[in-house]
């Protein structure tokens, strides 16, 4: 797979099965060229400019599998960030 396809895909939640968004950049050691982490364009609510929240950053070792059309991740602590604040 290139990374090019990976911008296609949508990357969801295993811990609530929640869409987290799409890739936007990649976080990359230039030393030994492995991917560090995926980042995701942060969700918007009410107006995209003024409710845009943070970029998510999801750590390699979260990611469970990448497939034709989703990737999946392990963020349990994004589900539980979520269940206590609405």
Do not use: C
Request: proline share 2%; charged share 25%.
């Amino acid at each position: 797979m290139r990374i090019s396809n990976l911008w296609m895909l949508d990357v969801i939640n295993v811990a609530d099965g929640r869409r987290l968004g799409n890739i936007v950049d990649l976080d990359i050691d230039m030393d030994t060229g492995q991917i560090n982490a995926l980042v995701l364009s942060g969700a918007t609510s009410g107006f995209s400019w003024f409710g845009r929240r943070e970029d998510i950053v999801v750590p390699w070792s979260h990611v469970v599998k990448i497939g034709v059309d989703v990737i999946l991740v392990d963020m349990v602590r994004l589900a539980r960030q979520d269940r206590d604040y609405p």
